[in-house]
């Protein structure tokens, strides 16, 4: 069996992301020993589901409150518009059973279920030039160890996890960088990714949803530069924001010169090149291009946003959990 599990899935409310996600949970071939979910306010769950209301919080401070009312030996993160595979806990367990491990995360695969701009969505992260090396979490990748993953899909020691003062972040998103550099660097445990830890993950509904995603996922990380360098003043992270800024200004010098202006249409013709080859073709022409565009609006939006989080000082505290998952999907 392994070591006990506690699933934890902090959410505003009651939605049908969430209870999809439940089923898949208390189906699990290996399952857990307790299902903890925190929402704003009571509901009926179904048998097998703790329900703990936190009244309107954060994302953090609601498993932070999951964790110190868990009994498990590894807390199992979970998003509410996320689901485990069957073997998800069984494959998890096999990899925690090894004592220099202290956390394990896996992809966060688009299901074929989304509607169609949620799939363009997932297109656009599926996309080598949109994550690089970050690609594995959205698809399956070959094992290896990492040091920072994401929150939908981690699981951790609890020990470890008590041990450095759990999330105890105001940031949203970014506190899963934060509780992973600690356990990698504090603790000097290992982190890691395994493919067969897969759960399918739900894409923002639109366009825009997915833009004001990638902006999000741009400020903190250009705060994070200066906040967590080791795990944040990375070259990728930086790429974004260096095309954005040859777009806004690099064709100025071409205002005087044939040969910046002949430079300047190369570089920019290449990186269309790159972004149509790089593109997945799936689901036919129309969602090919909206997710050849799409890749071009996320590089721009994050990059911007980017620059953004390296000039602040601070950033907001993290939202209410009225900026949930399911809210980003039905607002």
């Known amino acids: 069996m392994g070591p006990t599990v506690s699933i934890i899935i902090a959410v505003k409310e ?41 009244g309107p919080c954060g994302p ?55 509607p169609f701009t949620a799939q363009v969505s997932g297109d656009i992260y599926n996309s080598p030039l949109v994550s690089g090396p970050h ?8 094992a ?22 759990g999330f105890d972040s105001a940031y949203w998103p970014g506190e899963d960088t934060v509780l992973c550099l600690k356990i990698t660097r504090d603790l000097g445990l290992r982190l890691v ?33 200066k906040r967590f360098p080791e795990t944040s003043r990375r070259p990728t992270y930086f790429a974004p924001t260096l095309l954005a800024a040859f777009l806004a200004l690099g064709w100025i010098p071409g205002l005087f010169s044939r040969a910046f202006r ?6 920019a013709g290449s990186y269309g090149v ?18 050849a565009i799409g890749t071009v609006l996320t590089h721009l939006a994050y990059g911007t946003w980017f620059i953004r989080g390296l000039i602040r000082r601070t950033l907001p505290t993290q939202p209410r959990m009225g900026i949930t998952t399911q809210e980003e999907h039905t607002r």
């Open 14 to 54: 009651d939605n049908p992301n969430l209870r999809e996600s439940l089923r898949h949970c208390l189906a699990l071939d290996n399952p857990a020993d307790e299902i903890i979910v925190l929402p704003d306010v009571a509901f009926d769950a179904p048998d097998g589901v703790t329900v703990i209301p936190t």
């Open 60 to 114: 953090a401070e609601k498993r932070d409150l999951g964790a110190e009312r868990a009994s498990g030996e590894v807390l199992a993160f979970l998003d509410d518009d996320a689901y485990p595979v069957p073997g998800w806990l069984t494959h998890a367990r096999e990899v925690l059973a090894n004592p220099s491990v202290g956390g394990v995360g896996g992809p966060g695969v688009t299901p074929d279920s989304d």
């Open 135 to 142: 690609v594995r979490r959205y698809l399956p990748r070959e």
């Open 144 to 165: 290896c160890d990492v040091d920072d993953w994401p929150s939908c899909n981690l699981l951790v020691r609890r020990d470890a996890f008590l041990q450095v003062g």
């Open 193 to 225: 990714y395994d493919p067969r830890v897969l759960v399918y993950h739900h894409r923002r509904p639109s366009l825009r949803r997915h833009l004001r995603q990638a902006a999000q996922y741009g400020l903190h990380r250009g705060h994070f530069v």
């Open 262 to 267: 002949l430079a300047f249409a190369t570089i």
């Open 274 to 291: 790159a972004v149509l080859l790089a593109t997945p073709f799936r689901g036919g022409p129309v969602r090919y291009l909206l997710a």
